[in-house]
């Protein structure tokens, strides 16, 4: 594993030069008819960073005018990458950091036969309720440096092991110190203490907890799936987070069919996760949510269909269809869903190869999913593209195209990443 440090100070012009294949998501990719190719790629490429984002990019044959042009002097820094390949840094818009505890016996006893279900959740509960603040803030932060040693710049990550007022409010702040994106999930499952009386549990999600909660978080969700959360249960939770400033986020059909998906589409979701289980409906209706703005007759976006097969992987249990998601014409994002029970995994790398390999994607879909598609799931424009005006996040991967994050799975291949026009993860010097 490389190096991850956390550089302080000013941004340095940095110029990229010998990029063999750079990959730069066009912006108004979004919107695009589904049949094209989703991916901006130059070739033979140069890229600039100055003050933290992304000052030009183009064909390195170009680049003496485009530098001129966006800087007006020389950069304070060229850095020569000899050919390899170049993509905005990962986008993990699902994952499950603020845990304690080990559950890697289950694992082990799923893969001997016995079936995932979603009560093992309680088990990381009872650790998260017993660690200290410091416990938990330094496995945050050991997994956000893996995840940013893997090349994600951007990572999205949730409350949900704590399940009490005290607890809930202590995982979303501890959050808030290491991202942006931070989502309550006080109703992830009903806690031991309300598994008679769940309603009751879910007035207590809506009341004294999203009250705490909702200072430190962007995002609300819910578990809405049989063992977890009926739909009516879901509706009210995510209504009174939205009612709070949240936007709505959603787990549905992960473990068998159910409403989640369109009651996610109903509430202006921006993301739907999992969707491993979904009927025709779900499916136009996850389309159907960018038809406005795809015309251009609305400005609100759809609900991106978030696929986790790092949880179909480790629960083995059937990937979730995307080909047929994205020839009805929805949008789709790769996360990883990283947490110690369905998905213990950070690699945004080995989602893009699961979801060519397994998934009916193509490379190109598969790395705009995990980037650009992430950043639709975040409802953030600044991330997972790499046009003049995003954010300088960066990976540099040791081949010479994108298409070896699937063709050479379980390899590290980052060289290196930028997140902010900083260096924060080199080879070594
Ligand atoms: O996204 N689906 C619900 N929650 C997690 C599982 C968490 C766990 O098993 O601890 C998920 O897969
Ligand atoms: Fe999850």
Redesign the pocket.
């Known amino acids: 594993m490389r190096e991850v440090e956390h550089p302080g100070g000013s941004h340095p012009a940095t110029l990229i030069l010998g990029i063999g294949e750079l990959t730069t998501n066009a912006p108004g990719a979004v919107g695009d008819d589904p049949g094209d190719d989703p991916t901006g790629v130059v070739r033979d490429a140069a890229l600039l960073l100055d003050g933290g984002r992304v000052a030009w990019a183009g064909p390195e044959s170009a680049c003496a005018a485009g530098v001129e042009e966006a800087l007006g002097r020389a950069p304070d820094r060229v850095v020569g990458v000899e050919g390899r390949a170049v993509v905005p840094g990962f986008v993990d818009s699902h994952s ?1 950091l603020v845990f304690a505890g080990d559950r890697s016996g289950e694992f082990e006893a799923r893969m001997a036969g016995r079936p995932y279900a ?1 009560g ?2 309680r088990t ?1 509960v009872a650790a998260t309720r017993a660690a200290s603040d410091d416990a938990l803030r330094a496995g945050l932060r050991r997994h956000v440096d893996e995840a940013l040693a893997q090349g994600t710049t951007t990572l999205e990550t949730k409350s949900g092991y704590g399940l009490s007022v005290a607890d809930e409010e202590r995982s979303v702040r501890l959050a808030a110190e290491v991202t942006d994106e931070v989502t309550f999930l006080g109703a ?1 499952v009903v806690p031991p203490e309300f598994s008679g009386d769940p309603d009751g549990y879910v007035d207590l999600v809506v009341g004294d907890m999203l009250a705490v909660c909702a200072p430190h978080a962007r995002w609300v969700d819910v ?1 809405c799936e049989t063992g977890a959360f009926t739909p009516e249960q879901s509706r009210r939770v995510l209504e009174a987070g939205a009612a709070a400033g949240l936007g709505v986020r959603v ?1 549905a059909n ?1 473990l068998g069919p159910g409403e989640g998906v369109r009651l996610a589409v109903e509430l202006g979701a921006a993301a739907v996760d ?1 969707c491993t289980s979904l009927s025709d409906d779900d499916v136009a209706a996850l389309a159907g949510s960018w038809a406005g703005f795809r015309s251009g007759s609305g400005d609100a976006q759809g609900t991106v269909a978030t696929l ?1 097969p790092g ?1 179909e992987f480790s629960t083995r249990q059937p990937y979730p269809d995307a080909r047929r998601l994205l020839d009805a014409g929805a949008v789709v994002a790769l996360a990883s ?1 990283c ?5 213990y995994t950070s690699s945004m790398s080995l989602m893009v190869a699961l979801a060519v390999r397994e998934m009916g994607m193509t490379v190109a879909e598969a790395v705009w999913a995990a980037t650009a598609g992430g950043a639709c799931a975040l409802r953030r424009d600044d991330v997972g593209h790499l046009a003049p005006g995003a954010r300088a996040d960066v990976v540099v991967i040791d081949a010479p195209s994108r298409t070896h994050l699937a063709y050479r799975p379980g390899v590290p291949l980052v060289h290196g990443v930028w997140k902010d026009g900083r260096e924060v993860v080199h080879p070594p010097r």
């Open positions: 499950h979603a093992g959740i990381t992830h578990f787990h992960q999992h986790l949880v869903d947490n110690p029970g369905s998905s």
